[in-house]
């Protein structure tokens, strides 16, 4: 039986560590008009994200640096005790388009008859001006 995804089974987990708020919160607006439900992992006790919690953004502070992927597995963790089906997984830097969330579940359901481990956008570096590489995963490789 095919599996079918719907835009509120993919949750946002954002792992923030010494971010720049302004700059930040321009990025988390791109996120609310693309989720149903954030989850912000903050690495960084010294800032408060307080001002952006709301029913649909959840905030997870730690007491310091746990590090990105500490990080991301809480904020997983978190995802899946809120329903979540799947998960988006970022940092404080990552900018995403308005229709973000559409285009991944709309290419997710296409695409995949059954259930899938992992599914990755083009992404596009700002600082290199260029698409990044794409990596197909095999059992036990890259290619």
Partial sequence: MRTKYLAIDLFSVIVIYQANINKFA???????????NIILVNNSPEISLDSFKSP???????????????????GIFEAKKQGAKMVALFD???????????KMISNINLFFDNK???YSPLCFNINTNN?????????????
């Fill in 116 to 118: 899938i481990a992992l």
């Fill in 92 to 102: 404080q830097d990552t900018s995403i388009g308005n229709s973000f969330n559409q």
């Fill in 131 to 143: 698409l990044l590489n794409l990596y197909y995963i095999y059992p036990f490789r890259f290619k």
């Fill in 26 to 36: 321009k990025i988390l607006e791109r996120h609310q008009k693309n989720f149903n």
């Fill in 56 to 74: 649909q953004v959840t905030i997870i502070n730690n007491p310091n640096n746990i590090g990105l992927a500490s990080a991301l597995n809480i």
